[in-house]
């Protein structure tokens, strides 16, 4: 049973910097995606950035493309989420999520495990 722990969130000012971190365990298969997605209050849940454990190919919302970096350490078994030029709108609980499939990975459906979330808040 693989299971997610996110990291890393916190309260920071408009314009500054966060990394969120989500350790895997249980992993059986040096394959699949790794996901973050974000849930803003009143709004669904949404797809931020995925990366593909073995070739490290990467691909990320609109909305966060050129301020977010999504990165692994296949060694660890973790992901990070660098979010830099944070906006007030970025405000959300952010989850991590796995899957051992080769998915396109930008669908919460093709998930397979998720994390607790970890609380971002953005302030203006």
């Known amino acids: 049973q693989v299971q997610l722990v996110e990291s890393g969130g916190g309260l920071v000012q408009a314009g500054g910097s966060l990394t969120l971190s989500c350790a895997a365990s249980g992993r059986t298969s040096s394959s699949g995606r790794m996901g973050w997605f974000r849930q803003a209050p009143g709004k669904e849940r949404e797809f931020v950035s995925r990366?593909?454990?073995?070739?490290?190919?990467?691909y990320y919302a609109d909305s966060v493309k050129g301020r977010f970096t999504i990165s692994r350490d296949n060694a660890k078994n973790t992901v990070f989420l660098q979010m830099n030029s944070l906006k007030p709108e970025d405000t959300a609980v952010y989850y991590c999520?796995?899957?051992?499939?080769?998915?396109?990975?930008?669908?919460?459906?093709?998930?397979?495990?998720w994390g607790q979330g970890t609380q971002v808040t953005v302030s203006s």
């Open positions: 999520a796995g899957t051992e499939r080769e998915v396109t990975g930008r669908h919460q459906s093709e998930y397979d495990y």
């Open positions: 990366i593909s454990w073995s070739s490290g190919r990467t």
